[in-house]
DNA sequence: AAGTGGTCTAGACCACTTC
DNA sequence: AAGTGGTCTAGACCACTTC
C-alpha cells in the first residue's frame, strides 16, 4: 500500500512536483532530531518500529536512514541499531578539521581564549549570519596550538540569541560539541573558502611570527541542520608543517 | 535466487570476509570501465538487460550502478539510460576545479604552455607516482589565466609509458579529457594538499607579481579507477581574486 | 506505446551483536 | 536465542523520455 498523498499532506507539501515517500520519511526524521527528540548518541527505534510507526515498509524507512546516513546525520551498525551522530572530537577532527601535519599525522589542537565579547552584529556578521538588524553577536578569539607550538588564530561570530549564557561559559577545545550538548544546535555542514594572505601585525603577535610570513586563512560558515547559519570563523594558518587535505571524488 | 557463491568464484574472492553479490556485480562493471567496453557518454545496457546477463536481480544491478552513480563513475538519467561519466569541461569544474571567483562565479582558466620535457624520473615524482626505477616522466609547465590576468602557475608530471606520445600532442585546457579520450586513462579521484607560500622569483615573473607575494600551493595527486597515480600536479595560485571552495558536510 | 530508471512493498535469508 | 541492520529477490506501479 501506497500512502504517499496522506504523508505528503501531513508534511504539507501539495504538488510542488513529485516527493517521494521516503524523502517525507526522512523530512520527518530531521525534524524529530532537530526537536530533540532523540539525543546525540542515542539509539533511534528499530527500523521495524518505525516503519510500523509511519505506516510504510520497512524499506522505505531503510531508505530514509540511508541517506541520513550518508549526511552524516545518523551512524549505523549492524546488530546495534541506528544512532543519532555525536559531534564528538574524533567525528569533528574527520569532517571538518581538514588541517593535516606533513607526516600525516591529525592532531586536534589546543585552545586559548584571547579575547570574548558580545556586541551588536556589524554588517558584515549581518550578511554572513543572515540576522536582523540590532542582533548580538558573541565575538570569540582563540590561539590553537599543536605540540605547544602555535598554528592558528581563529576569529569567530556566534547569533547571541542561539546560544544564551555561551559568554559566560568555559569554553572548550571542541566547540560544535558544546552547541549539540548545551544548546541543541547541530552543525550539519560547512563551508569554507581558502586564501593566503600575509600575516598581519597583530596575528603576527598571537602566532609568534613576523608579519608579512604566509598563511592561509581560511573563511569558514557553519550552518544547522536546517541550513540555518549557526557560526562564522575566520582561521589564520601557519602551514609550515602542515597542510589542509582535500579528497575530491 | 542468490548466485553469490558462484560470482565470488567468477571474482576470484575466496573467503575474504563477506563480499556481498552487489559488491561484485560493481567491480565487474568497473572492470569494463576501465578494459573500454563502454565509451564514455555511452549508454550502458539497461538494468533488466545487465540483470539478465549477470544472473542477478535487477535489484542487485541497481544497487551496484547506484553505488557507481555515487562515485561519479556513470550518470543515471531516468527515462533514458545509464552513461559512462564524461570528462567535459562542465564535469571537471565543478568535480575537481575548486578555484572560485570571489563574486562566486566559476570560470575554467585558459592555459598557455610554457614547457614541456621528457626525462627520468626524479626521486620525488618516483615516490609520489609509485614509479619503478628509470621510469621516464612528461613534465609540462603552464600558465593558467582568467579573463586574460595570470592566477595559476602549475608543474605537473606524469608517467611517460601510461601516456605515449602526449609529449608530442596540442594540449588542451582540459588535460582530464584528452587523458581519457586518448589514452583511456580515467582520473577518478584526486587527493589536494594546500599551502600558503611565498612566490618564488621564477613564478612570480610566469604571473607577473612580485617575489614574496603569498600564494597558495596546491599539491594534487590524481588516481585512476584502479586507484593507481595518473599525474602529478603542483599550482601556485594568486588568490586576490579567488578562493578554493571547499564544502564539507 | 514502449522503454528507461525510480519508488514501494513483502518476504526470505544473512551477518553481526547482545543476552 | 533474540534482535538489529544488510542483502537479495520478485513484482507492481510511477515518472520521465523517446518514438
Known amino acids: 500500500m501506497n500512502e504517499s498523498k496522506e504523508l505528503a499532506e501531513v508534511a504539507g507539501a501539495e504538488s510542488l512536483g513529485f516527493r517521494p515517500l521516503y524523502r517525507q ?4 526524521l530531521i525534524r524529530r532530531l532537530v526537536d530533540g527528540v532523540w539525543a546525540p548518541g542515542e539509539p533511534l ?6 516503519a510500523a510507526e509511519l505506516g510504510v515498509s520497512q524499506g522505505t524507512v531503510r531508505k530514509a536512514l540511508d541517506a541520513m546516513a550518508a549526511e ?16 564528538d572530537e574524533e567525528r569533528i577532527m574527520f569532517q571538518f578539521f581538514k588541517l593535516v601535519g606533513d607526516d ?19 554588517a558584515a556578521e549581518r550578511a554572513t549570519l543572515k540576522l536582523a538588524k540590532d542582533t ?7 590561539l590553537r596550538s ?18 544564551p549564557g555561551l559568554a559566560a561559559m568555559e569554553l572548550p577545545n571542541n566547540l560544535y560539541g558544546l552547541y549539540a550538548m548545551r544548546f541543541g544546535v ?32 581560511i573563511d569558514r560558515l ?3 541542520l536546517e541550513r540555518q547559519p549557526v557560526e562564522w570563523r575566520v582561521s589564520v594558518c601557519l602551514t609550515d608543517k602542515l597542510h589542509y587535505l582535500s579528497e575530491l571524488r
Do not use: W, Y
Not at 520519511?25 to 520527518?28: E, H, S
Not at 527505534?45 to 518505525?50: A, G, N, R, W, Y
Not at 552524516?72 to 559531534?87: D, E, M, P
Open 25 to 28: 520519511v526522512r523530512d520527518r
Open 45 to 50: 527505534p528499530s527500523e521495524i518500529q518505525l
Open 136 to 142: 548580538r553577536v558573541i565575538r570569540i578569539r582563540r
Open 104 to 122: 600525516g599525522r591529525r592532531t586536534f589542537p589546543q585552545s586559548r581564549v584571547l579575547g570574548l565579547s558580545v556586541a551588536k552584529a556589524n
Open 186 to 217: 547541530t552543525v550539519a555542514s560547512t563551508r569554507e573558502q581558502l586564501k593566503a594572505v600575509s600575516v598581519c601585525e597583530t596575528d603576527a603577535k598571537a602566532l609568534s611570527t613576523e608579519a608579512g610570513a604566509p598563511a592561509l586563512k
Open 72 to 87: 552524516n546525520l545518523v551512524v549505523r551498525r549492524q546488530g546495534r541499531g541506528t544512532f543519532v551522530a555525536r559531534h
Open 146 to 163: 599543536i605540540d605547544g607550538a602555535p598554528v592558528i588564530v581563529e576569529n569567530i561570530a556566534l547569533p547571541e540569541p542561539m546560544f
Open 222 to 224: 557553519a550552518l544547522s
